[in-house]
């Protein structure tokens, strides 16, 4: 678990890099109005499901029908992250496409929320054949 909060930490440490430079500073999105609204909603969506993951994972254990939902939320952000691929090359047209660097940092983040899920499978197991709770359960990163 501990390798996993680590992974989700340094994803969330890029994503706000991603986000502060190449979409409200590079792109400018939030100043395109209309033609970047379909990209700023999935962006809002993908946020919204992170809020969730960051607020709880660290300090909750999602147990029994619990673990249904956290896999629900974790494969909703994957959805999205892949709708949000195909609705860039729309939006960003206009701009040149997304940035080469942009690209790269999305590829990272790939693979970095891969590896977290990886790490993170052996915890959701275990919670999954537990009695249904959400229950709190600071987790122990100093074990990594």
Known sequence: MAVALWLLALQGVIGAFDTAYYHEWRARLPGLGRQAASELRLHAARDAFYAVIFATLPWFAWQGLWTIALVTVLVAEIV??????I??????????D???GERLTHAAMGILYG???????PTIRDWGVRPTALKWSPAHIRDA
Not at 80 to 85: E, H, N, Q, S, V
Not at 115 to 121: G, P, Q, R, T, Y
């Open 87 to 96: 609705v860039e090359i729309s939006v960003r047209k206009p701009l040149g």
């Open 115 to 121: 590896a977290m899920l990886a790490n993170l499978f």
């Open 98 to 100: 997304v940035y080469g």
């Open 80 to 85: 999205l992250t892949m709708a949000d691929f």
